[in-house]
């Protein structure tokens, strides 16, 4: 066990090898900067097939933040080549900002496919630091697939709060989702995530269960030596998570996917 785990890190390492030699001469994220916008133009095109009828529901409410003017100003933080552009509402003044400059060539391109929206400009700006952007002057902040890959979440979510006009000046809907998941309970959050992804606990539970086992039956292990022992154990919790981490994902594409799929034919 101890000569395969060895030989799988060392695999990685191999692999990992050329990236960790770009990033120690500089140039790793140069190569990043240059060529992730034309992965990410073509892999927005698979994701919003499959994320439309999300995407649309989300942002089917961004008319009740319009301004005073009467004009919805709303800006984009992290916004790639424009994934989310054709899910705003006509007229919506969109300001864009990312730390990378080579989106903007596609951001144009997006923007002359998008013609119902009034383009105001680019940003090139880390979301931490958006002093470009007035205090106060923003309607709607949107930001997609961006918080789990910045640097400092709190500081980012402190800029959008200083961007966003004052609350009271906005009309916040009564039955708002927010409010809604601010007034929910703890064991009502804990009962709704289990509920949406119910092999979580599933595994969580498989895990402290064999774990427990494992340093029970330690005192009777007899001759068997304890390094051998908690090997074992360690790799049959591992097995256990990993199990219900496959099922899930299995679960999660069959009710995603499959299943739609399968009574939308039946109606038809």
């Known amino acids: 066990m101890a000569l395969t785990i060895f030989i799988l890190r060392l695999a990685v390492c191999i692999l990992a090898f050329p990236m960790y030699l770009l990033d120690f001469l500089g140039l790793w994220n140069w190569i ?123 500081q980012i979510l402190q800029e959008v709060c200083r961007v966003l006009r004052p609350l009271l000046e906005r009309r916040m809907s009564s039955d708002n989702q927010w409010s809604a998941d601010e007034d929910e309970g703890q064991l009502s959050r804990l009962i709704r995530k289990s509920r949406d992804s119910p092999f979580v606990p599933v595994g969580i539970a498989g895990f402290v269960t064999v774990v427990s086992y494992g340093l029970y039956k330690l005192k009777y292990r007899r001759d068997q030596k304890m390094s051998i022992h908690l090997i074992h154990m360690r790799v049959a919790a591992q097995g256990f998570v990993v199990g219900a981490v496959t099922l899930g994902v299995l679960y999660s594409m069959y009710k995603d996917y499959i299943r739609p799929r399968f009574f939308n034919r039946y109606k038809k």
């Open 32 to 154: 990043c900067k240059q060529w992730f916008p034309y992965f990410l133009a073509r892999f927005t095109v698979m994701y919003n097939k499959q994320m439309e009828s999300k995407k649309q529901e989300l942002f089917s409410n961004l008319r009740e933040f319009t301004g005073p003017s009467g004009k919805l100003s709303l800006l984009e933080l992290g916004c790639g080549t424009g994934a989310n552009f054709k899910f705003y509402p006509s007229g919506c003044q969109v300001t864009c900002v990312d730390p990378n400059p080579n989106f903007e060539k596609f951001l144009i391109k997006s923007i002359a496919q998008n013609r119902h929206l009034q383009f105001e400009r680019f940003i090139v700006a880390a979301g931490e630091n958006m002093y470009q952007v007035a205090s106060g002057s923003m309607d709607v902040v949107v930001c997609t697939l961006v918080l789990c890959s910045v640097k400092n979440q709190e």
